[in-house]
């Protein structure tokens, strides 16, 4: 049974920083890939961040050069360093792991975290 546990999430300011963690149990954690995605409210899921089992990454244009994700194998643990936040980050995000990851595009697979709430005010 896969499990995901994320934390890091809460209330900051615009521009500052926020890491998230995806804590993974019950998978063969470093051959896979993991995604980090967002739904506010009215919105759909969309995908933020992608890491594939070798490291390769791939960001959503509205995050290129302000979040990193990334992981630690040794830990069963992903990331998702935000920093230079905007109030349109506020979402909750959700961390996705064992989907496949091709062409610098990650497709999700059913195992999905609780979600943590980030908010970010002006």
């Known amino acids: 049974q896969v499990q995901l546990v994320e934390s890091g999430g809460g209330l900051v300011q615009a521009g500052g920083s926020l890491r998230l963690s995806c804590a993974v149990s019950g998978s063969a954690f470093s051959i896979i890939a993991v995604g980090w995605y967002r739904q506010a409210p009215g919105n759909s899921r969309d995908l933020v961040a992608a890491?594939?089992?070798?490291?390769?990454?791939n960001y959503a244009d509205s995050v290129k050069g302000r979040f990193t994700i990334s992981r630690d194998n040794s830990k069963n643990t992903a990331y998702l360093q935000m920093n230079s936040l905007k109030p349109e980050d506020t979402a909750v995000y959700y961390c996705?792991?064992?989907?496949?990851?091709?062409?610098?595009?990650?497709?999700?697979?059913?195992?999905w975290g609780q979600g943590t709430q980030v908010t970010v005010s002006s």
């Open positions: 996705n792991v064992g989907g496949a990851y091709s062409r610098s595009t990650y497709y999700p697979s059913d195992y």
């Open positions: 890491i594939s089992a070798r490291g390769i990454t």
